[in-house]
């Protein structure tokens, strides 16, 4: 069957990754003969549809699956999603909103049981979507974090950490979401700079009049304290002042009246004020601010609470209570400046905390919660990565990684909703109790309150059956953190054969890919979570690629209008071209820029190998092989040539994948496939192809296939779609060698090739000399505008050694550069001519009969004024200081560029002038 003129993605995509499946080909199961490469997936939020991050996380995973398949390792990529918490509850909560009603309407019970309906509709979407991708998973395996496996792990993990003592509940000042109403752990913080105000306002200093030898001295009359939040001052407990503070130091310990309230407070001296913020006098409101809190704690200060759970004043704010938080400031504002106590307000940058679901600007609020002491867990962590047991990809990303967790506060696990895991932790209601009494939430007696994995009958202290289990679920991210090993059945039953296999096998997993969006909020977790209770690390590396952005640098949005859908670009050019593009852009570590032409690039790539595959394909029609052995065939330089540029690439490429370059990997296939197999080497066999020796022919047919299938066994990890179109066609070519192509590309072994001989390496450098010399000179024909019809003469001025050279093969020189006689002359003395240098030859193309010369000499002089000009305007912009620190980087880095294009294009035409005459 013949190949179609053009590939069409649109109908293959679908019914290869059909194929996949049918083949069970992305399934794993511990085999003790072969090393595991292991990967469990990001799990994206139930909520979720597949984006551009998805693509670029997904595309990543699925290259190093399918390589380390391709290389020997049995593989094993392990899909799922995660529940998403406040994410997921939110959409639910609307859909109520519109219809009228609201979750306290349902009841917990008829919630969850709303939330699970939606789940069960709408929660594999994206798993589907990523079929379209060509993503390799092995669906046999997927898990969701609120599933029963999964479920047991966060019960059972909750309950080890109880009874170590490492949970404990307390009131501590938290970030609360207002809209969500719940706390958030501080990753769950995301801070906006937005331009604000500092406002500076009088507190008014006890008056004081003391006897200081005959005369009579007055303190000053205020303190001028600057914040950015005047709604909170109502909760001041003191105004604090650093001790090195000059001047302040007398005033320290001395009383003040706070403004609009009237309560007496102290001014106290603490280290953590900034004396250059403001006006080096701060407010210290123990209950609305983390710093605060701790100075609080210093020295001992009442905690006033001010602010609420739903964000509007509470009682203690006298006269503006029940006001929403900000509309109070409006009115403390106001009262502020009719009392004459408001003294300046400047503008003033600084970063706000919202929350990262809902972008609410969070308020930290006293609250009782549920939280995990995380210091030990964190210096294990850190060991792990500073013995070289997690390796991160770029290195880059170690230290701040190491830095956050060295200074990590103990952790805020609960959260006040009802879609998550509900925590495990039961209060008996029997009374009186029996067993070291403590008092309840209700005011009667209770016995401590108890962890259990399984749902309790009866309390384990007194054997009552009335027992209510908490009401706070438990951190996402908790959950999260567990994925490494839950998914492999950690915490069920480990006398199950195939559990505790897959556990041995599998744990620690191989690498993890992620964005450094979620460094701290998962992948940190997972490390002090995987050597807490699997004593092990939960992977070796960790491949950190940045965020796709347009082709301006900006974060993509759909107020820009800037957000590139994935499943638009698969359906207009196909799964490869997208995954081909992004690869290629996607240097570790650093954010990429696509647009448009990125997936045209793409897309024309997969195009040229298609065709040069047909071409193949039907010379093997014509010329059937029942062998495709190099054996014994006598081999010309340009075989030698390609079939050592294919095994140094196979190489490289390995190489690259084993450093997770997959930017490198991607560039290196491209340039080989395109440049020296497409564009040269094809172009090499066709005098035999088309010839009347048949021994030269099948030779150089039998090439063609065996560089063939390696090229798509290379590019195969990055365009798996193709790849296997165009594997099945060669395998239908070659009936008699069936058994050598199993059925599918992803049965094979990525290409194993031996370093080249020194007899290879020399006819790879005369070829490489073959290519320079030729594509110099067909350069030249098109600057000169010579015809491309037009049958030229090579004039060499050179060494007799390297005049020899081009004399060995003129043959191939000639034809590929349509020149019909090459000429040798150390003496030459050229005119009317067109030059270039290649090493130590120069290249001559006599122009006298061919062209117009004195046509071509005002044509070469005006390019060359414009040239220049175009130049001068580059200098100039890059000579101004203002375009230099304003300017985004990759504009500068841009003109640099064209300024030194513009020149190298001056230097040419000024030689071209020159021999001209």
């Not at 029963?148 to 950490?161: H, I, Q, T």
């Amino acid at each position: 069957m013949e190949l179609p003129k053009a590939y069409e993605s649109s109908g293959v995509e679908e019914s290869i990754y059909a194929f996949w499946l049918a083949k069970d080909l992305f399934s794993s199961r511990p085999d003790t003969t072969k090393k595991p490469f292991t990967i469990v997936i990001p799990p994206p939020n139930v909520t979720g549809s597949l984006h551009m991050g998805h693509a670029l996380n997904n595309t990543l995973q699925d290259a190093l699956i399918r390589y380390k398949r391709l290389a020997g390792f049995n593989v094993c990529w392990v899909p799922g999603a995660d529940h998403g918490g406040i994410a997921t509850q939110n959409v639910v909560e609307k859909l109520l909103l519109a219809e009228g009603k609201n979750k306290n309407d349902l009841g917990r019970e008829k919630f969850l049981e709303r939330m699970w309906k939606w789940r069960e509709a709408t929660g594999d979407t994206i798993l589907e979507q990523l079929k379209k991708l060509g993503c390799a998973l092995d669906f046999s395996r997927t898990r969701f974090t609120l599933d029963e496996v999964c479920s047991r792990a966060v019960r059972e993990a909750f309950a080890r950490l109880f009874e170590k003592g490492l949970i404990y509940r307390g009131k501590r000042l938290v970030n609360w979401c207002p809209r969500c109403m719940t706390a958030l752990s501080d990753i769950e913080v995301e801070h906006e700079e937005e331009i604000g105000k500092l406002w500076h306002i009088k507190y008014p200093i006890v008056k004081v009049e003391r006897q200081k030898g005959r005369k009579l001295e007055r303190e000053n009359d205020f303190v001028v304290v600057a914040t950015t939040r005047p709604e909170t001052m109502l909760g001041d407990t003191a105004v604090a002042v650093n001790p090195s503070d000059e001047r302040y130091k007398k005033l320290v310990g001395r009383t003040i009246t706070l403004p609009l309230v009237g309560r007496e407070i102290k001014i106290i001296a603490d280290e953590a004020v900034d004396s250059a913020f403001g006006t080096g006098a701060v407010k210290v409101t123990p209950a609305h601010d983390p710093t605060d809190f701790d100075i609080g704690a210093r020295h001992n200060l009442e905690k006033v609470v001010v602010i609420g759970f739903d964000g509007k004043m509470t009682p203690s704010a006298g006269k503006y209570a029940g006001l929403d938080r900000y509309h109070a400031r409006k009115e403390i504002l106001n009262d502020l400046e009719d009392a004459g106590l408001l003294l300046e307000t400047v503008e003033h940058p600084h970063a706000v905390g919202v929350c990262y679901r809902c972008s609410t600007t969070v308020e930290p609020l006293i609250s009782e919660q549920w939280f995990l002491k995380v210091g030990e867990m964190s210096r294990r962590a850190v060991e792990a990565s500073r013995a070289g047991k997690i390796k991160f990809y770029p290195a880059s990303w170690e230290k701040p990684y190491i830095a956050w967790l060295e200074n990590l506060r103990d952790w805020c696990i609960s959260r006040q909703i009802w879609w998550g895991h509900r925590i495990p932790v039961y209060y008996c209601k029997n009374v009186p109790a029996t067993v070291a009494p403590q008092k309840s939430s209700d005011g009667k007696s209770a016995c401590p309150p108890f962890a259990s994995v399984e749902t309790p009958v009866k309390c384990p202290h007194c054997g009552g059956s009335k027992i209510e289990q908490e009401t706070d679920v438990l951190d996402t991210w908790f959950s999260s953190a567990l994925w490494p090993f839950s998914v492999f059945g950690w915490a069920t039953d480990t006398k199950d054969v195939g559990v505790k296999n897959d556990l041995e096998y599998y744990y620690p997993t191989s690498v993890l890919v992620t964005g450094h969006e979620i460094l701290y909020l998962w992948v940190a977790r997972m490390v002090q979570f995987g050597l807490e209770f699997m004593c092990e690390r939960p992977f070796s590396d960790v491949y950190i690629h940045g965020i796709v952005r347009d082709k301006h640098g900006k974060k993509m949005s759909k107020s820009l209008g800037n957000v590139i859908d994935p499943l638009d670009i698969i359906k207009k050019y196909g799964a490869d071209a997208l995954r081909f593009a992004m690869i290629s852009s996607a240097t570790a570590g650093r954010d990429i820029q696509l647009s448009d032409d990125s997936f045209v690039g793409a897309r024309n790539f997969a195009n040229k190998l298609y065709n040069a595959s047909r071409y193949i394909l039907m010379n093997l029609e014509k010329y059937p092989l029942d062998d495709i052995s190099l054996d014994g065939e006598s081999l010309e330089e340009t075989d030698k040539w390609i079939l050592s540029e294919c095994a140094a690439v196979s190489r490289i490429v390995r190489g690259h994948y084993e450093s997770y370059e997959l930017d490198k990997t991607a560039r290196a296939v491209y340039d080989f496939t395109w440049n020296k197999f497409c564009d040269w080497y094809i172009e090499f066999t066709k005098e035999r192809l088309y010839g009347i020796d048949a021994a030269a022919r099948r030779t150089a047919l039998k090439v063609l296939v065996n560089i063939l299938a390696d090229i798509l066994k290379i590019i195969h990890p990055i365009m798996p779609f193709v790849t296997e179109s165009l594997w099945r066609a060669l395998r239908e070519r070659l009936p008699a060698l069936k058994g050598e192509f199993p059925e599918s590309i992803m049965e094979t072994a990525y290409p194993s090739l031996p370093a080249s001989s020194e007899e290879y390496l020399k006819s790879a450098a005369d070829v490489s000399f073959i290519v320079e010399v030729v594509t110099v000179v067909r350069q030249l024909r098109e600057e000169m505008k010579i015809p491309a019809a037009q049958k030229i003469t090579l004039q060499i001025r050179a060494e007799e050694k390297t005049a020899a050279r081009f004399a060995e093969r003129s043959v191939y020189i000639t034809k590929l550069a349509r020149a019909d006689k090459i000429e040798s002359n150390l003496s030459l003395e050229p005119r009317a001519c067109a030059c270039v240098v290649v090493k130590d030859a120069e290249i001559f193309i006599p122009l006298e009969g061919i062209i117009d010369i004195a046509k071509e000499n005002s044509r070469l002089a005006s390019e060359l004024s414009k040239f220049e000009g175009f130049s001068r305007s580059l200098s100039a912009k890059l000579s101004n200081e203002k375009f230099l620190a304003k300017a985004p980087a990759s504009e500068v880095e841009n003109t640099r560029a064209k300024l030194a294009e513009a020149t190298t294009k001056i230097e040419k035409l000024k030689s071209n002038i020159k021999y001209l005459g």
